[in-house]
Structure formats: C-alpha cells, structure tokens
C-alpha cells in the first residue's frame, strides 16, 4: 500500500494532481482545501496517501496533513460514505469546521455539504460526534499560546479554541463559554464532556 508520496508537481486540474515520483507519474485525488496547499506546478510535495482498492481500480487519495487525512479515514468508516463522497465533504470545509459541525449536531450545515443528504448527516453525526474531539479541538500552538484560555481549565481552553478555528473571536469565544459555566454547578460543569459544552457554547453565540 502507499501511505505517502514525495516529488515533482506536474498537474493540478480539479479535484486531481500528478505527482512525479522518481520518474513515475502517480495521479492522486485531492480535496480542494489539500490541493490549495500544494504550492504551484513544478515544486516538490509531499502528501500523506490513502490507497483504495477495488476489483476493477486502485486510486490513491492524498492529503497534504494528518488531519485531513484522519477526518477523511473517519468519514469513510462511516455507513454509506466511500472515499468520493468523502472527497467530497472534505472540499466542502476545513477540518475543524466539519468536526465542529458533527460534534454539535449540525444538520442544516452538514446537509450543504456536496453530496450530504440528512441521513448521511445523521449517521456522520451518530457514529463520529465521540471521535472528532480532538480534531475540532485542536489549534496550532501559536493560537493556543493567544487565546484568553484558562490553563487551569483545559476542557474550556479547547473548546474556545475549536470556536476560534470556526471564526469567532476570541474574546466572544471565552464569553460563550462563560456563559454555559455560570449557570451549571462546579459539579455539573466538570462532568460535562466536551462535545456537550461545544454545543452549548455554540448555542449561546447564535
């Protein structure tokens, strides 16, 4: 299998890039949001590869980070989505906005994604809302280090730093969360999950 590949960029067209690997052109599939990434024609890449094999054809699907790539082998594990669709999704967001939307339980924005009826978006959200944490969580750690976060609560610090990847600012972000915190228990708040106080953060911005 093909877990990853480095060399000359020679194509980009919608959707597709080759990539000339020793002398070996490989035509690999690629997000919009990877694709973008990848600099222009001519430069040296490097992409992280999901091999797909079929009866009838071996296409390989690449992403130009590890995130990309774990949401992707997520969505994919999920019934009724193959590696198009998952393509798909993908050029429809970034990463974090996508686990954000499957963790809070967003039907009307799953359902604009390309190719996403409701229940694909239910299914996307019943089977991954437990193991898209960390990815809409996550933020580089220059962000992190800039975020009115409270290092003594970390549950917060993660989910304001998932509401600032999706746009809001900062200082909105930590109000939302303060908001969901002033009106629970130190109890309740500290065995709340995470998913739970990203929903309810988000609820309290709309």
Known sequence: MIASLRGE???????????DVGGVGYQVMCSQAGQGQLGEVGATVFLYVHTDVREDAITL????GTEEKEMFLLLISVSGVGPKLGLNVLSGGGVRELAMAIMSEDLPRLTRLPGVGKKTAERLCLELKDKVQALAAGASPGLAASLPGDQ???????????????????????????????????EQ??????????????????
């Open 61 to 64: 699907y690449g992403f130009a």
């Open 152 to 186: 003594a609560d970390p549950h917060a610090s993660d989910v304001i730093s998932a509401l600032v990847n999706l746009g809001y600012q900062p200082p909105r972000a930590r109000q939302a969360v303060d908001s969901v915190r002033s009106r629970l228990s130190a």
């Open 9 to 19: 960029l020679l194509s980009k067209t919608a959707g597709r890039v080759i990539v």
């Open 189 to 206: 708040y500290a065995a709340m999950e995470l998913a739970e106080l990203l929903r309810q953060a988000l609820r309290a911005l709309a």
